[in-house]
C-alpha cells in the first residue's frame, strides 16, 4: 500500500539534544511538508519541499531544520535551539509542487521533552 | 499571511442531531477549500474538497460544505451526525498551490 510512514511514533528527549524525525513516501510524490500540531492551535506548517535538493520555511521554522536529499525522504531535525518542542509532527506530502492538491498526512511522530 | 478561523472549538451533539461547523478564511483571491478528519488514534484524512465548479461540495459519510466567495466562509454540514462522527475537524485552504494553512480544529463529541 503507498502511504507516508512517520518514525518513530513517540520519542522522548532531553533538553539540550537534538533530536531526527523521520518521514518517507512511496507515493512518488513531488512535494512533502512538515506540521506541528499543537492542541487549540491547528497545524502550522515548520517547513516544505517541492523538489529534491530545494526546502523553504514555513510559518515556525526557528529551531528546526530538514533536509531533501532524495524525493521520498523528509527528515526533520528538531534543534536543541526549539523553545517548545514538545509536540505532535505531521509529515504529509502532495503530488505536484502546485496545481490542485489534496494533502496525504502520516500517523504522526509525539515528541515529549523531559 | 493566509489565516483560517473555526469559531468553533468543541462541539457536543446527540445522535441525529444536525451538525454546521463554520470555517472563514482571509485571503481574497483564488484558493482551494478544505475540511480534514481526524478520528481519534487515526491519520488525518480528507473529508472533501472544493477546487472550482458548483460551490456544493459532498464528501466522505454525508458530509457536504459550501463555498460561499463573498462572505470568504466554507462551512461543513451533516443532516443527522452519528456517533462515529466524533472526532476532530479542521478547515484549511490553499492559496497559490503550495502553501495550506490550517484552521485550529473543532472537537465533535456525538453522544449515542
Known amino acids: 500500500d503507498g502511504g507516508i510512514t512517520q518514525s518513530p511514533k513517540y520519542l522522548f528527549r532531553k533538553e539540550g539534544q537534538n533530536v531526527t524525525l523521520s518521514c518517507e513516501q512511496n507515493l512518488n510524490h513531488d512535494a512533502m511538508y512538515w506540521y506541528r500540531q499543537d492542541p487549540g492551535q491547528g497545524l502550522r506548517l515548520i517547513y516544505y519541499s517541492q523538489i529534491v535538493n530545494d526546502f523553504q520555511k514555513g510559518d515556525i521554522a526557528e529551531g528546526y531544520s530538514v533536509s531533501r536529499e532524495k524525493k521520498e525522504s523528509f527528515p526533520l531535525t528538531v534543534t536543541s535551539a526549539q523553545k517548545n518542542p514538545t509536540a505532535f509532527y505531521l509529515c504529509?506530502?502532495?503530488?505536484?509542487?502546485?496545481?490542485?492538491?489534496?494533502?496525504?498526512f502520516g500517523a504522526g511522530s509525539r515528541l515529549t521533552v523531559l | 499571511a493566509q489565516s483560517v478561523s473555526q469559531h468553533n472549538h468543541h462541539v457536543i451533539l446527540s445522535e441525529a442531531a444536525s451538525l454546521e461547523l463554520g470555517c472563514n478564511y482571509s485571503?481574497?483571491?483564488?484558493?482551494?477549500l478544505f475540511w480534514y478528519v481526524q478520528y481519534p488514534g487515526q491519520h488525518l484524512q480528507l473529508l472533501l474538497k472544493y477546487f472550482s465548479g458548483d460551490p456544493l461540495v459532498k464528501g466522505i459519510k454525508g458530509f457536504e460544505a459550501e463555498f460561499i466567495k463573498s462572505k470568504f466562509s466554507f462551512n461543513l454540514r451533516k443532516p443527522s451526525v452519528q456517533w462515529s462522527d466524533t472526532a476532530e475537524y479542521f478547515c484549511a485552504v490553499n492559496e497559490n498551490f503550495n502553501k495550506f494553512y490550517f484552521g485550529s480544529g473543532t472537537k465533535l463529541n456525538v453522544k449515542p
Open positions: 485571503y481574497g483571491g483564488t484558493v482551494n
Open positions: 504529509a506530502s502532495t503530488p505536484w509542487a502546485s496545481g490542485a492538491n489534496v494533502l496525504t
